[in-house]
């Protein structure tokens, strides 16, 4: 079945200092891949996302290249602030069962940027 | 747009006892989901509808739950008899359309304890 993994948190940045949060996937087709974002007490929210191969997505100084040879879906960013501190998730979606979609997340991964 | 609606916010009940978490999704989307998320599973999907219909019931733990979508601007999450275990914070998400790149939105949880 499909599957995502992505790097174990915590992760503990100081405010200006880059980020990557890795994620890997696996699927049968082409899915679509998501990174959504939680900040605390709130649910998730959409942050970028990639639908074909060499796509990049983008937001709020984030990124992530979709990269099919290696099915991996890194977020990067290259100066975190305090306000980025949330749950980050990668997910991807693909087709189920005739034309339904569903989305499969990874874990999440807890990002806490510091002053 | 108010976004996904859920409610209530938190719940905290006894053991034995019939809980039941609500949802409004955001008006003319025609999927809905619900999650449930603990820390130790992560994001589990338990049953999304279509057109008020339910597609793919395979999620929901065992017969003490169970989810109904009577229109379309609403849908309950039923457990009866709560446990312990059940306690988590369930989510309600809603899409537009079929495509699987589309954006799910969700609300904002219901965090439930079961004592």
């Known amino acids: 079945g499909n599957s995502v993994t992505q790097m174990e948190g915590p992760v503990t940045l100081s405010e200006e200092a880059f980020l990557t949060i890795n994620c890997t996937y696996t699927a049968t087709g082409y899915p679509s891949l998501f990174w959504y974002v939680q900040y605390p007490g709130e649910g998730l929210q959409l942050l970028l996302k990639?639908?074909?191969?060499?796509d990049k997505g983008s937001n709020k100084g984030f990124e992530a290249t979709y990269r099919k040879e290696t099915t991996s879906f890194h977020l990067e960013k290259g100066s975190v602030q305090v306000s980025d501190s949330a749950v980050y998730f990668c997910?991807?979606?693909?087709?189920?069962?005739?034309?339904?979609?569903?989305?499969?997340f990874g874990k999440g991964t807890l990002l806490t940027v510091n002053p | 747009d108010a976004g996904v609606i859920q409610s209530p916010r938190h719940e905290v009940t006894e053991m034995g006892q019939e809980v039941t978490l609500r949802c409004k999704p955001i008006?003319?989307?025609?999927?809905l989901f619900w999650y449930r998320q603990t820390m130790m599973r992560g994001l589990e999907l338990l049953i999304y509808f279509n057109n008020n219909v339910p597609i793919d019931d395979s999620g929901m733990p065992e017969d003490r739950f169970s989810a109904k979508m009577p229109n379309a601007s609403f849908s309950t999450l039923k457990i009866q008899p709560s446990e312990p275990r059940d306690s988590a914070v369930y989510f309600c998400?809603?899409?537009?359309?079929?495509?699987?790149?589309?954006?799910?939105?969700f609300g904002p949880g219901t965090r439930l304890t079961v004592l």
């Open positions: 008006s003319g989307h025609d999927y």
């Open positions: 997910a991807l979606s693909e087709r189920w069962e005739g034309s339904n979609y569903k989305l499969t």
């Open positions: 998400a809603s899409r537009a359309g079929l495509a699987g790149y589309n954006e799910q939105f």
């Open positions: 990639a639908t074909k191969a060499d």
